[in-house]
């Protein structure tokens, strides 16, 4: 690799998860720290950090398309991958694509700096380890962010789901400490957040000490999070069955900022798929256990993550998932056609279903989701809610914010970016409402 200048600008492209969202702030924040700036709107930046997501079909051909396409014309750019391709298929890439100066794992990313050093000096270099010694206590402190923000409180998942890459490429569960939580959300709220929303593979599994030396679950860190005066709304995701606490369950009726949502993936409605992905929950336990959320809050919204044409799944067992739809009706949802991953377990299976028969699957699935989706949307009309504004909207006058229940809302009125305003839901589409302003709330 040639030498070059130190990179000036820089821009980080994130693909998948609200966790590689944050990772790519953070990443922001570490090269701003190094005082590059990020590049103009449409301008070429000197370095350029692909945050790359692992998780479905083709995303190390995804990869090196954007190399080719960064490189067109004779260009150059400073190149670094970051996130789950990188941690999975690093070397590969390095062999592969000599554009490529940098390839960094997302446990390590706190070490980007250095690297950019060694590229400028013409040193290639790939960090995919996955330091004892956690990233978050190398990380600068948080800057200006907008009125909804991430914050990433656990990492890293233990279960194994025999279809998914995620214990391989963000390793173990960790938990990070409650003190350097709540240290970070005042920071968050003092740069301008009214949403946190705490985030991790695992969210619920989070574990700690509280301020006083007890151990505390999720529903401790929240009530500590509440307590932030300037704060006005908490959320989690992604959580799993398994790890659902009866303290976490009755903070859904007892904490205000809690908003009333819940994403809670049960991927399969038939307990024979179930067991073969090793999700250790059937489809009666997953029911139940929404039951119980709403008993303590009755207006929740729930949302789930689906797959279909998991390896052996028969007809008959994907109707028990549309059952399952049925049975729920789904706020919103996620879905997804079943992609091998290298290295899972699920990919050796027997089975594997034909792409015609996924896509059959997939769009009477969508076609169950959205119907409910749109049901739940055309219910809310008539409420009276807040909304945090999160931006401007396409018109003029016009702004967008979000719901209690995670819906996208625009009105037009007097307000500002970061406001809780309080709306009238006047007319509902499949993906957003149309609300009237009544009164500002809290700015
Ligand atoms: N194929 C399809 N979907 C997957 N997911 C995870 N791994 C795979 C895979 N190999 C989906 C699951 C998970 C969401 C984040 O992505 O539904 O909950
Ligand atoms: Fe993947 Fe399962 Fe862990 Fe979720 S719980 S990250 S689907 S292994």
């Not at 990443?27 to 990020?38: A, I, S, V």
């Not at 009755?250 to 809670?264: N, R, S």
């Not at 049960?266 to 139940?288: C, F, I, P, W």
């Not at 399952?324 to 091998?340: C, H, I, N």
């Amino acid at each position: 690799m040639r030498q070059s200048a130190p990179p000036k600008t820089y821009r980080v492209k994130s693909f998948g998860c609200q966790m590689n969202v944050y990772d790519g702030e953070r990443m922001g924040e570490l090269l701003g720290d190094k005082g590059m700036t990020p590049a103009a709107e449409g301008e070429d930046a000197d370095l350029i950090v692909l945050n790359t997501c692992h998780i479905r079909e083709k995303a190390a051909e995804k990869v090196y398309s954007d190399i080719g396409r960064l490189t067109k014309n004779g260009k150059q750019p400073m190149i670094a991958v970051a996130g789950c391709v990188a941690q999975a298929e690093g070397e590969e890439i390095m062999k592969r694509s000599p554009a490529v100066g940098m390839v960094v794992g997302p446990q390590a990313y706190h070490r980007l700096p250095d690297m950019i050093d060694k590229a400028a000096r013409g040193e290639r270099a790939t960090d995919t380890d996955m330091p004892a010694e956690t990233k978050f206590d190398a990380l600068p402190r948080r800057r200006k962010v907008g009125p909804s923000a991430f914050l990433t409180i656990q990492e890293g998942c233990d279960k194994f789901c025999t279809y998914c890459v995620v214990p391989y490429t963000r390793g173990a569960e960790i938990s990070r400490p409650f003190a350097d939580l709540v240290t970070e959300a005042e920071r968050l709220v003092a740069s301008g957040a009214r949403e946190i929303t705490l985030l991790g593979q695992n969210v619920n599994a989070w574990s700690g000490e509280d301020a006083k030396g007890n151990s505390t679950g999720l529903e401790g860190l929240i009530k500590a999070l509440a307590a932030l005066p300037d704060l006005q709304r908490i959320r989690y995701t992604t959580s799993h069955p398994n790890d659902m606490s009866d303290a976490l369950i009755a903070a859904h009726g007892e904490v205000e900022k809690l908003m009333p949502y819940l994403h809670l993936p049960v991927q399969s409605g038939s307990d024979r798929v179930l067991k073969a992905m090793n999700r250790s929950h059937t489809a009666e336990s997953y029911l139940k256990l929404l039951e119980r959320f709403r008993e303590v809050r009755p207006d929740i919204a729930l949302s789930g993550d689906f797959i279909v044409g998991f390896p052996g799944e028969s007809d008959a067992e994907f109707e028990d998932t549309l059952k399952l739809v049925d049975e729920v009706r789904y706020a919103q949802a996620f879905s997804f056609k079943y992609s091998p991953r290298p290295g899972t377990p699920a990919a050796g299976m027997e089975g594997q279903i034909a792409r015609e028969v996924m896509d059959e699957r997939l769009q009477r699935l969508q076609a169950a989701l959205n119907r409910d989706q749109l049901a739940f949307n055309r219910a809310s009309e008539g409420k009276i809610c807040d909304v945090l504004v999160e931006r401007k909207g396409k018109h003029p006058g016009q702004w967008l914010g979000k719901s209690p229940w995670l819906q996208s809302v625009f009105f037009e009125g007097e307000a500002q970016i970061g406001d809780l305003v309080q709306v009238e839901l006047a007319e509902a589409g499949p993906n957003s409402i149309r609300g009237r302003l009544l009164e500002k709330i809290a700015a």
